[in-house]
């Protein structure tokens, strides 16, 4: 019971207050004809347009071919961005040599490269594949860096101290010593990507969210419009869920109770 | 004892006090009948085991926190019961355990904040009376300084100063001086006596250094471990201003001695009490 | 200063760090102008794109020494400093007070939530159809998209701003407005700098994308037009353009927070 009780404090009832407020706002503004944004679709609209579509096949598989990019082009960065954060943060040598053209790259926007992805690899969909890995790939090189950089140089002594040969030191202690920054590089990461990945498909791509989404701005079909765009939202907030749950298991020592 | 009590304001009363955290959840009890007396301008040093309850009576004194049961009084005048919680003033002043100076302000920002929000000096008034009191104590080359660039001992003699520019009825000190090192303590007692003797506040210093307490202190109030109450009241009878060389005399030994009997036997009592809430 | 630069220049970090460009050029160049690899050769090799860059009459009318080129750049810095401006002032403001009011907090962060999810491009569809013109919708979008990263940063500023300042500001005598002005702001100012950083970064790659989208002239747009026209030195110019005034900008902001924040920059340098 008393469980039940906390759920429904003052903040929950002024959640949900403050969602009905906004709906009821959006509703108000149309009817009230104020300047642009009456043209937006009623609600009621939106609510029925929606339930049309996740019973429409064509819908999930934009959500597959979304995700399937997404993870794909998200994957890619990782494995390659993780390992070259740990040898640029460790190495000086190697930081030398390369960081200085990765800091040239670095500050080009990911959608800057467009065209020359398109131009360079051979189908659309590698060159959103591509475009996806550039989005989150600077990101995580840059928090892997950041967090070797942080790991106290007294663990290292402690590690050497208790008799940790070079191999150990790496594994036991660098590694999950970065983890704390590779997951902050992922989650940003994360929200980058979905950016990339909808302008890519909206200038380039053939099927998925945000080519959905576009296709029913060309149509000027609202109700579709504002549906396309509270599933990115939701597609990407469970791609964050997602890494967070996985960074929960790997950190069992940062897991909050 | 002589205490130095020039303008008679600043006596505490604490009468029955009681405080319950969450009483319809986990129930805590912190402090239980909980009576004692403070005169105005008097140095009284709370000692006790960790986590028995102390800090709930300077949060309910400084007007952050609520009592379930009791009053507490200051001059006469209520300021905590369970139907009654003044807010924080000040008249009643806190210097916090891990120190609270803003670091985004200097020094002199720091100690001129209370006048000026009060609007009680204007600022070139503030600004001398805060050089007057760093000069005082030797610290006049710092006033330009952040927090963070100054030693922990001089941040804590700093924020101490803070309080007293706003002339409050009472100074309450959470474990001030914890984490310095033996040497640095010196010098910080040697500055609240110095400070003492001249602002004439009464204060009211929580510690766990027995040492610290009766050096300091016109009295030292014992707590008992969780809920709270007064196990013993040590009155030191020793001269002001005091001085180091009193740390070797005879009273200044049974004094130590009586009050580390009626410590340790509490700290007994908590480490069992953690042993069996651990079981 | 000779001393100065003399020990700078023996600096091996400085060297490596030539060596490395030296031979990131030198692949690029290898790549697509010697050995003309399959897809690498359809990329213009760095001297193309060097020359493109410095023309007196370039190929594709837009080089160093052409108005179009700043005109282009006029354009998108306009647009995002437009924008980027407005979601700092309204972001921040929204920021302090949703972490400085328990009730306020209560009611807005919700709808910040859902909305928040929503990359700020899935707006541009929404943007054009509603509002009047194209620039309005093309600020809005790089709006929305600073404005998300600078509140919630505001937000996580004020939150973690030490319980005990607070509690010292009201012993002191202190009035909301002034713990507002003197705990709220400066306690959360190193998370604020933190959040405009971000948001700088995804305005620039909003304002990209609206330009290649939706947008009449502008760097973005002018990528775009030059893919279309085979102009690929000039676009490898503006991408690097785009790569130096975001440096810059972020840059710009790293210098004011340090200028805002003494206190931060001396306890570094203690």
Same mark, same amino acid.
């Given at each position: ?13 002024? *959640? ?41 096949? *064509? ?13 794909? #082009? ?8 993780? %390992? ?25 926007? %990911?959608?800057?490269?467009? %065209? ?5 690899? %051979? ?11 550039? *989005? ?10 950041? *967090? ?56 380039? #791509? ?29 597609? #990407? ?21 | ?44 040093? &709370? ?38 919680? &003044? ?18 302000? !200097? ?15 204007? =600022? ?89 307490? &009766?050096?300091?202190?016109? =009295?030292?109030?014992?707590? !008992? ?6 196990? =013993? &009241? ?34 007994? =009592? ?10 | ?20 460009? @030296? ?7 290898? @790549? ?11 990329? $213009? ?66 709808? @910040? ?53 607070? @509690? ?21 100012? $190193? ?80």
């Amino acid at each position: 019971m008393r469980r039940v009780k906390k759920y429904f404090t003052a903040s929950t009832w002024r *959640g949900f207050l403050s969602l009905m407020v906004f709906v009821a706002l959006w509703q108000l503004v149309i009817f009230l004809k104020v300047p642009y944004l009456e043209r937006l679709p009623y609600p009621a609209d939106v609510a029925t347009e929606g339930a049309k579509a996740v019973q429409s096949s *064509g819908y999930w598989y934009n959500w597959k071919v979304s995700m399937i990019r997404i993870f794909t #082009g998200f994957a890619v960065a990782q494995i390659i961005g993780i %390992p070259l954060g740990l040898a640029i943060g460790l190495s000086r040598v190697f930081r030398g040599f390369t960081f200085p053209i990765f800091e040239m790259l670095r500050p080009i926007p %990911p959608i800057a490269w467009i %065209p020359l992805a398109i131009l360079f690899w %051979p189908t659309r969909e590698l060159s959103i594949y591509f475009l996806v890995f550039l *989005g989150s790939f600077f990101i995580i090189v840059i928090n892997v860096i950041q *967090g070797v950089g942080n790991i106290p140089v007294s663990l290292k002594w402690a590690a050497t101290s208790l008799g940790a040969r070079r191999k150990d030191i790496f594994w036991r202690i660098l590694v999950p010593g970065s983890l704390p920054s590779i997951v902050v590089g992922m989650t940003v990461g994360m929200g980058v990507t979905w950016e990339v990945l909808i302008a890519a498909e909206m200038i380039a #791509g053939k099927g998925g969210l945000g080519r959905a989404t576009w296709e029913a701005y060309t149509n000027s079909a609202f109700p579709s419009i504002i549906v396309g765009m509270l599933s990115i939202g939701l597609a #990407g907030y469970l791609c964050s869920a997602l890494i967070r749950k996985i960074s929960d298991m790997f950190m069992p020592w940062k897991r909050k109770f | 004892m002589a205490i130095n009590n020039q303008n008679g304001y600043g006596a505490i009363s604490i009468r029955k006090v009681g405080k319950i955290y969450d009483p319809e959840g986990v129930h805590v009890e912190a402090m239980r009948d909980c009576s004692f007396e403070i005169a105005a301008g008097e140095f009284a040093v &709370i000692v006790g085991p960790s986590g028995c309850g102390k800090t709930t009576l300077l949060n309910a004194i400084a007007g952050f926190d609520t009592i379930t049961s009791g009053e507490i009084y200051l001059d006469e005048e209520l300021i905590s019961s369970p139907r009654k919680q &003044i807010k924080p003033d000040v008249d009643r002043m806190v210097v916090f355990q891990n120190g609270a100076l803003f670091p985004w302000k !200097t020094v002199v920002e720091n100690i001129t904040y209370g006048p000026l929000v009060q609007r009680k000096m204007k =600022k070139p008034e503030a600004m001398d009376a805060a050089r007057d009191m760093l000069s005082k104590v030797g610290l006049n080359e710092i006033e330009d300084k952040y927090p963070e660039e100054l030693s922990s001992g001089v941040q804590r003699r700093v924020e101490i100063l803070r309080a007293l520019i706003n002339k409050p009825k009472v100074v309450m000190l959470d474990e001030p001086f914890r984490g310095l090192d033996a040497i640095a303590k010196t010098v910080m007692h040697e500055f609240l006596v110095q400070i003492f003797c001249t602002a004439s506040n009464t204060m009211f210093f929580i510690t766990h250094d027995l040492d610290e307490a &009766i050096f300091l202190g016109h =009295k030292v109030v014992i707590m !008992t471990t969780r809920p709270a109450q007064v196990k =013993k &009241i040590v009155t030191v009878n020793l001269p002001w201003p005091r001085e180091h060389h009193l740390k070797g005399s005879e009273t200044y030994l049974d004094l130590k001695r009586e009050v580390l009997e009626a410590v340790h036997e509490e700290a007994k =009592k908590a480490f069992e009490a953690g042993e069996r809430e651990m079981a | 200063m000779i001393d100065r630069i003399r020990t700078g220049l023996a600096n091996p970090q400085l060297h490596r760090a030539v060596v490395g460009i @030296l031979l990131f050029l030198g692949l690029w160049y290898l @790549l697509t102008a010697v050995l003309q690899l399959p897809r690498f050769k359809l990329i $213009p090799d760095p001297l193309q794109v060097i020359k493109e860059w410095f023309s007196l009459e370039p190929l594709s009318g837009r080089s160093l020494f052409t108005k179009t080129y700043y005109v282009d750049i006029a354009y998108s810095i306009a647009r995002t400093l437009t924008a980027f401006g407005l979601a700092t002032f309204m972001g921040v403001t929204l920021g302090l007070f949703m972490g400085w009011s328990r009730i306020f907090y209560d009611f807005s962060f919700p709808v @910040l939530e859902i909305l928040r999810p929503m990359p700020p491009l899935s707006w541009i569809p929404l943007a054009v159809l509603i509002l009047p013109g194209v620039e309005v919708a093309v600020i809005t979008v790089i709006f929305i998209a600073a404005f998300f990263a600078t509140v919630l940063n505001t937000l996580l500023g004020v939150f973690s701003i030490d319980r005990n300042y607070f @509690l010292a500001a009201k012993c002191l005598g202190s009035r909301p407005k002034d713990i507002f002005f003197n705990i709220v702001v400066p306690g959360s100012l $190193p998370f604020v700098f933190t959040g405009l950083q971000i948001g700088m970064g995804i305005a620039w790659m909003s304002l990209v994308a609206g330009e290649i989208i939706v947008g009449q002239r502008g760097l973005g747009y002018a990528i775009y037009e030059g893919y279309s026209l085979y102009q690929y030195a000039q676009v490898i110019c503006y991408m690097f353009t785009l790569g130096i005034l975001g440096y810059a900008s972020s840059a710009a902001i790293r210098a004011v927070g340090r200028k805002l924040m003494a206190w931060e920059a001396r306890k570094r340098g203690a």
